[in-house]
Every structure is written in structure tokens, then in C-alpha cells.
């Protein structure tokens, strides 16, 4: 949620009143969009929201019945398809309700309608844009221009009776650009960021160009990202095919365990975290849903541009750069937590990174990950490649960290045939397997894999 306004003596509003006695938790802030003409996106930034979770609430009213008004609420950032939603509401045409009577209508002046207010005294229909179902906190106006409360969406289209509705076409232009976006993020956390090339901090916005104290300029991409590393990389990662295989399978629930367990292991405010090898998103995705109401600062990189350009491809998406471990683009104490699963660690990075308090979350496999495929492809004896063994891994990071937690995750996962292809396309383990192998395993599909990981806690 927003940060909290500091106590005043200001009176509450009515609707707030209405919220208090339905026992609904909310936040009084400040947003001063349509009272000050502050652009939309800036507003949100500086309460450090998502701009889709802001809502206007704009009054109909059905042609011809001048009884006939109802309230649709939808993101600031975004507009409505006034045939759309006459279509959508079984009426022949809709228009905008005079704004020079709405006080008489909704008993409002323009910029402090509320669905709060609207629905309490005076039973209007309310109409909510569905693609703010993605966002579990949202805010919306107290009633008083220039006033707002954010409160968890389920509770307030409850309290309103609220029904979802698509207010604009599918395939329609979106304001918020991720360039936008991605410029709006790095404007709130440019003290986060270092530049790869002198390790000096970043000191400017530039246009669509960050630049350091030394002068060193690197461009956003049109797909919101910075290319941070220093050095031409070429990986095995580098496959398209490979990362859609692996989101389509996550997507489906391969880690979710790993990522719930991560989540409870969190602490419960807002923090600033990495997610080192993110990948194509998705579990980072998973914990910025699962965590929405604490505004995390959520930055996921990889050396795979394949897996950035496709992370960047979700509606709720953090921010995504490429960047390498050993160089990690980020200022001394600047991280609360670091996620790691399944890749490589720079351990002087990471704690020259991390806060005096910061934690490191790292997963890795334990003998039995993923053992039934090991065993299709390399039998279960006499091949180096048929077994595995994860002490070297815990032995050098007991040396960085020798009070370290550590929790089992163990669970089996079942298999589509089409998913089974999607494990034999993304999983490293399958790399060193011959066609003769690799074909057999095709021949002889597995309905079920093991998941079995350690979670590392330092």
C-alpha cells in the first residue's frame, strides 16, 4: 500500500465514515491529478503506485431516461469505448453525465465523485474496468478532490456491489508505455542503481538515458530495459524455445511451492529485492502479486536477452534489466533480499550489495530434482550424469555464510505430455544427453517429476 499520511486534524469524509462502519481497512492519501493537472503517471510515482491502481470514476447515463445513471470506475492512465460499454450493459448508447449538474446528480463536484459515496446515497449502479483484477490494493477518491483511500479491491467492489466489465476494446493502444514505466521506476530508485562501466552511482534521467557521475550514458530499450553489461556474453541460455518451454511450465506450477515458501520467509513490509537469473519472470512475477500490498521495489536480471525481452511482456511486470552477477549493477547496501534460484552466486557481490540486515534467499536442487528424468536419460547406475550431489554448493556457501538456515522442499509435480516436452526443452539436464537419449526419453513421456530443493536462508 501507499505510505501512510501523517496524522492531521482534518475531518473524515463520509465516505470513509461508510468504510469505518463496514470495518474495511484503508489508507487516507493525497493525489492532486485532476485538482492541480499533475500528470497522471508523476502522481503516481511519487506515492510510489502502480498508475493502473489509481482509479477515476466517471458518471453515465443512459440516452433518453434521465433516471438511468451508473458509475464506471477504471484506471486514470487508460480511457472507455462508450460503445463498448453501452454494449456490454444491454443499452442502445451511453454518454457522459453533464459535469455542470453533477452535483444535483451524485451530489459531488467533478474530481471527488467516489463509488464509495455514489453507492451509499444514492444506489447507482457501479461498473468496475476488469483489468484492475490483477491488482489486490487499488485506490480511488474519499469524496474530497484532492483526497483518495486505498484499500484492498476485493472489499470495495463487495461494499459497492461492483461488477467487472470490459470498458475498452481488446488490442487497444495502452497509454503507459513500458519505456514510460521503466522511466518512472528508475526516477524513484536511481539511488539503487551504479554504472557497470566505473561502479560510480547513477546521477540523471537523461531522456531515455540514464548517465553516471562520470558521464557513462546507457539507453532504455522500447521494451522498458537496460542492457548493463560490459562485455559481449554468449550462453546456452540464449534459446527462445528453451524460455517459453520454462514459462509455460511454471505458469502451470512447477515452482510454485519454492516461491509460496520464499514468500512466507520474507519479511512482511515493503523491501527492495533482486531476483538474481530471473529468467523469463515468472516467479518474480508470482511474488509481486502475492506481495502487492507492501509496494516492493522488485528487480529481476539475467544475461539472456531472450529471458528479459519475454519478462517484459507481462501486464504487471518489475523491472527487468540484463545484467551480470559478477558486476552487479547495483550501490553498497542498497538490497534487502537477494533471490536466487538455481543460478550461479557472486557471494561478494551479493554482500556488498545487501543491507547490514538484508537476507539472501538461494535455492538449489538436492540429489533427488528432477531424478526420474536424470534416470530416463542416463539410467539409474554406472553414469557420472545418472546421479548428483549438491556439497560442493553448500560447502562454499557455508563458508560465506556459516549461520545459514535451510529448509527441504520436496513435491511431486504432474506432467501433460505436452509439458513433459517442455521439461526436456528447458532443463539443463537434458543438455548433455545424446539424440539416442533424448529420443528415447520422447518415446517414454513421465506423467509425474520430483521437486526436490533446499531452500537457503543467510
Same mark, same amino acid.
Given at each position: ?6 496524522? =492531521?486534524?482534518?475531518?473524515?469524509? $463520509? ?49 433518453? &431516461?434521465?433516471?438511468? !445513471? ?27 453525465? &453533464? ?11 467533478? +474530481?471527488? $465523485? ?13 461498473? !468496475? ?32 456491489? +461492483? ?11 495502452? %497509454? ?31 531522456? $531515455? ?30 534459446? /527462445? ?11 502451470? +506450477?512447477?515452482?510454485?511451492? %519454492? ?29 509481486? /502479486? ?5 509496494? &516492493?521495489?522488485?528487480?529481476?536480471? &539475467? ?10 511482456? $507481462?501486464?504487471?511486470?518489475?523491472? !527487468? ?26 557471494? +561478494? ?5 545487501? /543491507?547490514?540486515?538484508? /537476507? ?55 506432467? =501433460? ?42
Amino acid at each position: 500500500m501507499a505510505k501512510k499520511k501523517k496524522k =492531521t486534524k482534518e475531518k473524515k469524509t $463520509n465516505e470513509e465514515r461508510v468504510l469505518d462502519q463496514h470495518n474495511i481497512e484503508y489508507e487516507e492519501t493525497s493525489f492532486n491529478w485532476i485538482e492541480q493537472g499533475k500528470d497522471a503517471l508523476k502522481e503516481a510515482a511519487e506515492l510510489g503506485v502502480e498508475p493502473e491502481s489509481i482509479l477515476k470514476t466517471i458518471v453515465l447515463q443512459g440516452k433518453g &431516461d434521465p433516471k438511468d !445513471f451508473f458509475v464506471v470506475c477504471l484506471p486514470i492512465v487508460h480511457e472507455m469505448d462508450l460503445k463498448l460499454v453501452a454494449q456490454q450493459l444491454g443499452k442502445k448508447q451511453v454518454h457522459l453525465a &453533464d459535469n455542470k449538474n453533477l452535483i444535483n446528480i451524485t451530489g459531488y463536484i467533478h +474530481g471527488a $465523485n467516489t463509488p464509495i459515496g455514489i453507492h451509499a446515497f444514492k444506489g447507482f449502479p457501479i461498473y !468496475f474496468d476488469e483489468r484492475i483484477k490483477p491488482f489486490e490494493v487499488i485506490s480511488v477518491s474519499a469524496g474530497k478532490v484532492g483526497r483518495s483511500v486505498r484499500l484492498k479491491q476485493e472489499d470495495l467492489v463487495k461494499l459497492v456491489n +461492483g461488477k467487472y466489465i470490459e470498458v475498452e476494446r481488446k488490442g487497444e493502444k495502452r %497509454i503507459v508505455k513500458k519505456i514510460d514505466r521503466a522511466k518512472l521506476f528508475i526516477q524513484n530508485n536511481m539511488e539503487i542503481f551504479r554504472c557497470p562501466f566505473c561502479q560510480n552511482k547513477i546521477t540523471s534521467l537523461q531522456g $531515455n538515458s540514464i548517465v553516471c557521475i562520470n558521464g557513462h550514458v546507457i539507453n532504455l530499450n522500447k521494451k522498458g530495459t537496460l542492457h548493463l553489461l560490459t562485455h559481449g556474453v554468449k550462453s546456452d541460455y540464449d534459446n /527462445k524455445e528453451l524460455w517459453n518451454a520454462r514459462r509455460t511450465l511454471l505458469q502451470a +506450477g512447477l515452482f510454485s511451492p %519454492i516461491i509460496e515458501q520464499i514468500i512466507k520467509e520474507l519479511p512482511a513490509k515493503k523491501l527492495k529485492i533482486i531476483d538474481v537469473g530471473c529468467g523469463e519472470g515468472t516467479p518474480l512475477i508470482n511474488l509481486a /502479486k502475492s506481495r502487492e500490498k507492501y509496494n &516492493d521495489t522488485l528487480i529481476g536480471f &539475467d544475461i539472456s536477452k531472450d529471458a528479459i525481452n519475454l519478462a517484459t511482456q $507481462n501486464e504487471l511486470h518489475p523491472f !527487468f534489466c540484463i545484467a551480470d552477477l559478477a558486476n552487479l549493477p547495483f550501490m553498497d547496501n542498497s538490497i534487502d533480499a537477494i533471490i536466487d534460484i538455481f543460478s550461479p552466486s557472486s557471494y +561478494g557481490e551479493f554482500l556488498r550489495v545487501l /543491507k547490514n540486515e538484508g /537476507k539472501l534467499y538461494k535455492v538449489i536442487p538436492n540429489a533427488n530434482y528432477l531424478i526420474e528424468l536424470r534416470h530416463l536419460l542416463y539410467g539409474d547406475t554406472g553414469s557420472r550424469k545418472s546421479s548428483y550431489s549438491n556439497d560442493k554448493v553448500l560447502n562454499l556457501f557455508s563458508k560465506h555464510f556459516p549461520n545459514f538456515e535451510s529448509k527441504r522442499i520436496r513435491y511431486k509435480f504432474n506432467l =501433460t505430455p505436452e509439458n513433459f516436452k517442455n521439461l526436456l526443452l528447458m532443463t539443463p539436464l537434458s543438455w548433455g544427453a545424446s539424440n539416442e537419449q533424448l529420443e528415447y526419453a520422447r518415446q517414454n513421456p513421465l506423467n509425474e517429476i520430483t521437486v526436490d530443493v533446499t531452500l537457503l536462508i543467510a
